[in-house]
């Protein structure tokens, strides 16, 4: 899809984004609970903590077997996911107050299967879904990138912008995502302007590309993840990290009777640009 909005010249008109309406309870939560996964039905992993001891313990991560499962080195992993922890920690310049459980599953199949997930129950526990012809680069960047979003909830426990929380959270990954995929945020994103794949971020801001069930979604996915944590890096290096703060301690959403308003983020309260703004001057930043 061309990027003909992008003007390359001057700020053009904002583009104000709507708030989201949830004319039932249920809708929401069980929304909230999809795209957060503060709920799974394979919650009861958590559980594992309680059944035995852990297959591989370290400082910072417990990794337990489900069915004998484990396609990695167990060495190799405890001595990889520790370096990860230091890497993601000095990424947010803070540490975890627990532990985060692992536990790895087969990968699923599908158009749209996911190659990690955190559940946010009892414990965090992130889920890596992977077998031995699954590469280390991948492995890697998988955990940092779950791993994240177990900063991003302790952090700003507020937050419920899906791009926001998956971009910050490859952000946060930026050397293991950028070794997995052979190249930096940027110079992705230049292929894709090239390619005519980019996304337009203010068009996507809901993510549903890159989660709804069809051929394209894995690419979409990736296409996206790429480009909101290159424009995050852009507004920490614009801005700082302190207005980014600001703008992830977002408002919670408001229950009205049986509606739920979730407000899009306030970028022009934090930035006095709105998104389309925002993202035209990240993009002329990236080709001059």
């Known amino acids: 899809m061309p990027i003909s909005f992008v003007s390359f010249s001057a ?44 297959k591989i313990t370290s400082e910072h991560f417990a990794l337990f077997e489900q069915n004998d499962y484990l396609p990695v080195d167990a060495q190799w992993w405890q001595q990889a996911s520790e370096k990860i922890y230091a890497y993601d920690s000095s990424r947010m310049r803070t540490e975890l107050e627990q532990k985060t459980l692992i536990v790895f599953l087969p990968p699923q199949t599908g158009n749209c299967s996911p190659r990690g997930t955190t559940v946010f129950d009892e414990v965090p526990t992130i889920l890596i879904y992977a077998d031995q012809k699954t590469s280390q680069e991948q492995i890697l960047a998988t955990l940092s990138h779950e791993l994240g979003h177990v900063f991003i909830h302790q952090m700003y426990p507020n937050l419920h912008s899906v791009a926001l929380n998956e971009g910050m959270a490859t952000w946060i990954a930026r050397d293991y995502w950028q070794a997995w995929k052979n190249n930096p945020f940027d110079v992705s994103v230049r292929k894709f302007i090239s390619n005519q794949s ?19 979604c894995i690419r979409n996915r990736d296409i996206l993840l790429t480009e909101f944590a290159s424009f995050i890096d852009y507004l920490i290096r614009t801005y700082g990290m302190e207005r980014l703060s600001v703008l992830y301690d977002e408002k919670l959403s408001q229950s009205i009777s049986q509606s739920h308003n979730i407000h899009s983020p306030d970028f022009y309260g934090v930035y006095g640009l709105q998104l389309n703004q925002l993202e035209n001057a990240w993009l002329l930043d990236l080709i001059k």
């Open 11 to 54: 700020t053009p008109t904002p583009f104000f984004l709507p708030t989201q309406t949830y004319q039932r309870a249920s809708v929401f939560q069980s929304l909230w609970g999809q795209l957060f996964n503060k709920h799974s039905e394979m919650t009861d992993l958590a559980a594992l903590s309680k059944t035995g001891p852990a």
């Open 198 to 216: 980019y996304l337009p971020l203010f068009q996507n801001l809901d993510m549903q590309k890159a989660y709804e069930k069809s051929a394209d």
